[in-house]
């Protein structure tokens, strides 16, 4: 009666083990399925089943960008992958829903590239017929503004490319994607001159042009609580820099005054 006693522990004890395991195995494979964007190339990737998926590209609709004589291709990257009848199909069909991309009015008389998950942009001239790339490493394109201005516009007119990129894993989790840092770059209409105007581990909420002093204005999202997230936790700082000679936004609101407002704000129940 003992042995069968303990012979019954043990089964049960095996049998539980195997339960949890299965359990995180498809955990864990729900979350792996749930992530996007860029997963990231490791050393040891040279199983035969990754051999066996096939990349293909993915184009956006051109849009004349104004003024000049290229045309704005938008491209992304979707992987398909072999099924048991030799066919192929896509490994992520939600993700990579987006094949054409949108270009909606935004502030400023500029448009706002939407596509889904956009890699890279490719600048093609009409008269030269050249074509090169924006971007030379992987990349997501997040934001994607660009000037476009009819005969009936009057305001003030800009004429350079504000973008930004989730160039790295800052999470370290082995995508590139919404959830890393973002670099924001103005370029010019070429595409060829980029320049960084962010602080390194923020991301873009929302940029503002001051027409009279030619600079840009933008409200940035730090890592600030240094948890590898960007979210309501974290706390927005409002930097700028120059349209004209664009280099490391500077913050606008000191230390000092940041201190004051925390006191300020402590009186409130």
Known sequence: MKSKLILGIIVGGVVGALLVLIFLVFIDGKTNKNRTGIQLVTTDSTKAEDAKNQQVLVYGDYMDLDSTDYLLIPLGMKTLENV??????????????????????????????????????????????????????????????????????????YWFILMGIHEYDSNLDGYINEDDAEKVY????????????????????????????????MKIRPDSNKDLKFNYNDEMEIVKTSISSPSIAKAIIGKDIKSNIKKILKKIK
């Open 186 to 217: 103005l370029t010019d209409l070429s595409g060829k001159t980029m320049i960084p105007i962010t602080p390194d581990g923020t991301q873009l909420v929302d940029w503002f042009i001051d027409a009279k002093t030619n600079t840009i204005l």
């Open 84 to 157: 048991e009848n030799g066919g192929l199909r896509s490994k992520s069909a939600d993700e990579y829903s987006a094949t054409t991309s949108e270009f909606r009015s935004f502030k400023y008389n500029f448009y706002a590239l939407s596509f889904g998950n956009c890699n890279n942009v490719i600048f093609y001239n009409k008269v030269t017929e050249e074509t090169h790339l924006l971007l030379q490493q992987p990349a997501i394109i997040s934001q994607f503004y660009f000037p476009y201005y009819d005969e009936e516009y009057k305001g003030d007119k």
